[in-house]
C-alpha cells in the first residue's frame, strides 16, 4: 500500500512497514502544510496518510475521500516503533475514507 508518513511522525517508522510503499512529507516537500491541504494534496497519490495529529479527526471530514488515516497516539520513536504491528493490521484492512486510531500501550 502507499503511505504517506506526516511531518510529525518519525521517518524512521518506515523500517518498521515493510511490503508497503511508504514516503515522507519531506520528501514530497509537504512539511510546510496545513492539514487540510496536506490531505488534498496527498489523496490523488497516496492510499493512507499516517499522522500523529491528534486533531485531525475532528478537523477534516473523510466521507467521500480516497485517503484513509491512520492517527498515532504519540510521534515518540519508541513508543511508534512498538505500535508498529497495529499500524501494520490497519494498513492490511484500511478502507478509503476510513480512519482509525491506534490507542496508546
Given amino acids: ?12 517508522l518506515r523500517d518498521c512497514l515493510p511490503g508497503h510503499d511508504v514516503t515522507t512529507a519531506r520528501e514530497k516537500r509537504s512539511d510546510q502544510l496545513r492539514n487540510g491541504d496536506l490531505v488534498s494534496a496527498r489523496e490523488q497519490e497516496f492510499a493512507v496518510m499516517i499522522t500523529s495529529d491528534q486533531n485531525l479527526r475532528s478537523q477534516q471530514n473523510l466521507a467521500g475521500r480516497k485517503l484513509a488515516l491512520i492517527v498515532l497516539p504519540t510521534n515518540n520513536l519508541r513508543k511508534v516503533v512498538a505500535v508498529a504491528p497495529q499500524i501494520l493490521t490497519a494498513l492490511a484492512t484500511i478502507q478509503p475514507g476510513a480512519f482509525i486510531e491506534i490507542p496508546r500501550r
Avoid: E, Q
Avoid at 500500500?1 to 524512521?12: E, G, Q, S, W
Fill in 1 to 12: 500500500m502507499k503511505a504517506f508518513l506526516d511531518h510529525c511522525v518519525p521517518r524512521t
